[in-house]
Antibody, heavy 117, light 106 residues
Framework: QVQLQESGPGLVKPSGTLSLTCGVS?????????WSWVRQPPGKGLEWIGE???????NYNPSLKSRVTISADTSKNQLSLKLNSVTAADTAVYYC??????????WGPGTLVTVSS | DIQITQSPSSLSASVGDRVTITCRASQSIGTYLNWYQQKPGKAPKVLISPTSNLQSGVPSRFSGSGSGTDFALTISSLQPEDSATYYCQQSYSTPWTFGQGTKVEI
């Protein structure tokens, strides 16, 4: 059974860069699945950030595309998310997920990132 | 982008009630619609994908229907453990988009 675990700073200053990693166990990020990041502002709904496929192909949400980079480290079997020029609007729980046939079938527990000075 | 309009945003019902949540897509998405359940402080969990196929372990009181632009999630006999927020998600084209969520209180 695949397990995902997000990690990274819980507090980021405005205009700074949010950086998170997601460790994957029970599956290889070189498998046939996509791997994705989804976020959820406190008390609000879910927003897809972007995804990466083995080999490095990425898709991003156009609303965030200019600020987001998703990458994968196959040697560590982990994903990374970088979001730059953050504002308070980027405060959210960030989830990494496995994506199979456009279904988010496995999720990490999520990590809360607060943007504040 | 495909917009998903989910309704109602919240509902309150009693144990044993039949409950229906709907999602409407801004364009036809065939049957490319998934449903998730999220409990407070937890990650979402897949219930149904696509449209009407229950995931393993999901109680049979949950069912999904629809095609094109209109979809529904029905809980035939509401149980206390069904208290959660439910989201639909279109899997037709990127950017993948979710409904706004329906909070079900019992």
């Amino acid at each position: 059974q695949v397990q995902l675990q997000e990690s990274g700073p819980g507090l980021v200053k405005p205009s700074g860069t949010l950086s998170l990693t997601c460790g994957v166990s029970g599956d290889s990020i070189n498998s046939i699945n996509w791997w994705s990041w989804v976020r959820q502002p406190p008390g609000k709904g879910l927003e897809w950030i972007g995804e990466i496929y083995p080999g490095g192909t990425t898709n991003y949400n156009p609303s965030l595309k200019s600020r987001v980079t998703i990458s994968a480290d196959t040697s560590k079997n982990q994903l990374s998310l970088k979001l730059n020029s953050v504002t308070a609007a980027d405060t959210a729980v960030y989830y990494c997920t496995r994506v199979a046939h456009a279904l988010f079938d496995s999720w990490g527990p999520g990590t809360l990132v607060t943007v504040s000075s | 982008d495909i917009q998903i309009t989910q309704s109602p945003s919240s509902l309150s019902a009693s144990v044993g009630d039949r409950v229906t949540i709907t999602c409407r897509a801004s364009q036809s998405i065939g049957t490319y619609l998934n449903w998730y359940q999220q409990k407070p402080g937890k990650a979402p969990k897949v219930l149904i994908s696509p449209t009407s196929n229950l995931q393993s372990g999901v109680p049979s009181r949950f069912s999904g229907s629809g095609s094109g632009t209109d979809f529904a999630l029905t809980i035939s006999s509401l149980q206390p453990e069904d208290s959660a927020t439910y989201y639909c998600q279109q899997s037709y084209s990127t950017p993948w988009t979710f409904g706004q969520g329906t909070k079900v209180e019992i």
